[in-house]
């Protein structure tokens, strides 16, 4: 006689406060840009100590007073921890693009929030492109 099945209950996957390497968002919004420095990745973190723009201060000070509306071509910027849960409009090459950056996009580029390609859907073969088309009455 067959043993009976183990029924295993899943326990519901909970939503837990999000942490980069340890540290919650607060936490990062509340250290300086040379506390921050240790925690990033290598690109961002050379960008970092390399100096910001002018249009990148500016961006950021634009973040910092509040601005409801705030647009940009800046598809090179870093997202800084005191972005998130913020919206910013980014140029994707043809228009602004309405991003509201969340906790997991931190340390990440602008720019890969606005995709500048669009997805490509392909249709169905046309008259002639395949053998079995070759028997398809025409209209």
């Known amino acids: ?46 960008k970092i100590v390399r100096g910001f723009s002018r249009g990148e201060e500016t961006l950021l000070t634009k973040i910092r007073q509040g601005d409801e509306k705030v647009r940009t071509h800046l598809r090179e ?22 991003v509201e950056f969340q906790p997991e996009s931190v340390f990440h580029y602008l720019g890969e929030f606005a995709l500048t390609r669009k997805r490509v859907s392909h249709g169905s073969a046309g008259i002639g492109a395949t053998r079995g088309s070759k028997y398809v009455p025409l209209k």
């Open 77 to 98: 910027m870093i997202v800084m921890p005191e972005m998130i849960g913020k919206t910013i409009e980014i140029y994707n090459g043809k228009e602004f693009t309405k």
């Open 1 to 46: 006689m067959a043993a009976p099945k183990k029924t295993q209950k899943r326990m519901p996957r909970r939503r837990e406060e999000f942490t980069y390497r340890g540290f919650t968002i607060d936490e990062l919004k509340a250290k300086g840009i040379s506390e921050l420095l240790p925690l990033m990745p290598a690109r961002p973190r050379r």
